[in-house]
C-alpha cells in the first residue's frame, strides 16, 4: 500500500523512462501524474515527441526482465500485440568482420523485436490500469518550484492546452525528459552546482523505412551487419516487427549519413559490408516513407558526484545518460532503473536521501552500456576524452569475440553482458581474462 505521507507524485514524460518511472512509483504513492507534451495515440503510431520512434529499436533482455518485474505477464502482453517472439544467437543474425555469419547458436532465453510505438502502446496500457495514475496530454511543463530554504521541491507549473498555467504540488518530481531541461534550470536558478557531463561525440545519422516482410527460407528473422570499423561506420538492422512487417536502420557517423529519398536510401543499403541486407529488401514493397534521424554525442550526467540536490527531485533514463541508438540500450536501461527506484521506495528511504540513494544505485546500471560507448572512439574523428588504454581494451574485444565465437559458453556470456543481463565484470574474471590475452 502506499505511504500516507506520500500523498503525489508528478512524472514529466510519457516515452518508456517516464512510464517505466510512473509505474515504480505508483505502489509507494497516493497519486501519480505523468504530464506529456504530446497527444498519446489509443494504438501503436508514432508520435511527435518521439521522432526516433521510427527507427529500429531493441528491447534488449535485460529491459525485458525489468518490464515483466514492473508488470507481470508483460511477455504475455507482448506477444498478444503482436511483437515476434526471437531467440537469442539462433534467430538475429550477425554478421561483423571476420565473421559472416557469427556462429549460430540456441543461447537459451527469448527477446521480443517489434517497432517503438508498439512497445509504448502496450506499455502504457498497462500503465492506465494502475487506478492512481493518470496522464495529462498536452501539458508543457515550464517550471519547477523550490520550498523557500531551495532544499526540496514543492510543486510543478504546467501549462494544459488551451487552458490557464496550472501549478500542482508535489511530494516527488521525477524527470524523463531527455534533455533534462527543467531539472538543470532548477539547479542553475538555485545557485546550486549542475552535473559534471561527459560526452562522447559520434554524430550518429541513420535513416529507416519499414517494409512487406516477405517469405523467405534464409533460417533468420532479422539481420545486423557491424561496420568495418575504423575504414567504415556503415551498418544496418533488419528487425522484424508487428504484422509481418520488417524495419530496416542504416546509419553512419561522422557525416557519413543515409540520404532519404529511395534510391539513394538503396544505394548505401547496397554499399553495406555484405549484400545480406540489400538481397533481402531490394524487391519488398517499401510500406512507409524514409525518415532521418541525428544524435551527435552519447552524453553522461553525473547526479553521483553532486554535493547538494534538492529533496524530491529525480532525473531518469536518458536524463541521466543518452547511449548512440546504435547499441539500442536506452529503453532497457529505463526500465531496469525503474525497477531501482521501485526497491528504494519499498525500503521506505528518506524523500531528503532518495536522490543520493537512487543516483548511486544506478552507476552499475549504466556501467555496462557506457563501457560499449567507449567503444566508439575507434574512430578517429569522435570527440572526446579518449581513454588511455583504448588500445588495449579494442585488442582484448577482438580476441574476446574470437574466444566467443568458438567457446558456445563464452557466446552466451558475451551475449548475456550485451543484453544487460550480467554486469561488465563479468567479462573481467580472471580465468576467461588468461584465456582471452592467450589470443591477444
Not at 515504480?24 to 494504438?43: C, M, N, Q, W, Y
Not at 492506465?128 to 523550490?146: K, Y
Not at 510543478?156 to 524527470?175: H, I, K
Request: with cysteine.
Amino acid at each position: 500500500m502506499p505511504d500516507p505521507a506520500r500523498t503525489h507524485a508528478v512524472v514529466i514524460g510519457a516515452g518508456m523512462a517516464g512510464l517505466t518511472a510512473a509505474q515504480a512509483i505508483s505502489g509507494h504513492f497516493g497519486k501519480v501524474t505523468v504530464i506529456e507534451r504530446d497527444t498519446l495515440p489509443a494504438e501503436a503510431a508514432p508520435r511527435r515527441g518521439t521522432p526516433q520512434c521510427q527507427h529500429a529499436h531493441m528491447l534488449l533482455a535485460g529491459g525485458l526482465k525489468a518490464l515483466q518485474a514492473l508488470f507481470p505477464g508483460f511477455e504475455h502482453d507482448l506477444a498478444e500485440a503482436g511483437a515476434v517472439r526471437i531467440r537469442a544467437g539462433k534467430d538475429l543474425r550477425f554478421e561483423r568482420p571476420g565473421f559472416d555469419p557469427f556462429p549460430i547458436r540456441d543461447l537459451g532465453f527469448d527477446i521480443f523485436s517489434m517497432s517503438r510505438p508498439l512497445l509504448e502502446a502496450v506499455t502504457r496500457r498497462r500503465v492506465l490500469q494502475a487506478p492512481n495514475i493518470g496522464i495529462c496530454m498536452r501539458s508543457r511543463v515550464t517550471g519547477l518550484v523550490a520550498s523557500r530554504d531551495a532544499t526540496r521541491i514543492e510543486a510543478v507549473r504546467y501549462d494544459s492546452g488551451d487552458g490557464p498555467a496550472v501549478t500542482v504540488e508535489a511530494d516527488l518530481v521525477v524527470e524523463a525528459s531527455g534533455r533534462c531541461g527543467l531539472t538543470l534550470q532548477l539547479l542553475e536558478e538555485l545557485a546550486l552546482q549542475g552535473p559534471e557531463e561527459t560526452e562522447i561525440g559520434i554524430d550518429q545519422a541513420y535513416a529507416s523505412t519499414i517494409v512487406e516482410r516477405p517469405d523467405h527460407n534464409a533460417g533468420w528473422l532479422g539481420n545486423i551487419v557491424l561496420p568495418s570499423a575504423p575504414a567504415s561506420s556503415r551498418g544496418a538492422f533488419l528487425f522484424p516487427i508487428e504484422n509481418r512487417r520488417w524495419l530496416l536502420s542504416v546509419g553512419g557517423n561522422h557525416g557519413d549519413a543515409p540520404p532519404d529519398d529511395r534510391a539513394g536510401f538503396m544505394d548505401f543499403v547496397r554499399s553495406l559490408r555484405t549484400s545480406t541486407i540489400y538481397d533481402a529488401v531490394k524487391d519488398a514493397r517499401p510500406l512507409t516513407d524514409i525518415v532521418r534521424y541525428q544524435l551527435p554525442c552519447s552524453t553522461r550526467r553525473h547526479f553521483e558526484r553532486l554535493e547538494s540536490f534538492p529533496a524530491g527531485l529525480l532525473a531518469i533514463g536518458d536524463a541521466v545518460c543518452r547511449f548512440n541508438p546504435v547499441f539500442g540500450q536506452g529503453m532497457s536501461v529505463a526500465a531496469q532503473e525503474a525497477v531501482i527506484l521501485d526497491r528504494l521506495l519499498a525500503e521506505d528511504v528518506p524523500m531528503e536521501r532518495l536522490a543520493r540513494d537512487f543516483f548511486a544505485a544506478i552507476q552499475g546500471t549504466i556501467a555496462t552500456p557506457w563501457g560499449v560507448a567507449i567503444s566508439d572512439f575507434v574512430y578517429p574523428a569522435t570527440r572526446g576524452v579518449r581513454p588511455a588504454d583504448l588500445a588495449q581494451r579494442l585488442q582484448y574485444g577482438m580476441a574476446l569475440t574470437r574466444l566467443a565465437a568458438e567457446d558456445p559458453e563464452v557466446h552466451r556470456l558475451t551475449t548475456e553482458v550485451s543484453q544487460l543481463l550480467q554486469p561488465q565484470a563479468a567479462l573481467r574474471e580472471p580465468a576467461l581474462v588468461a584465456r582471452v590475452m592467450s589470443l591477444v
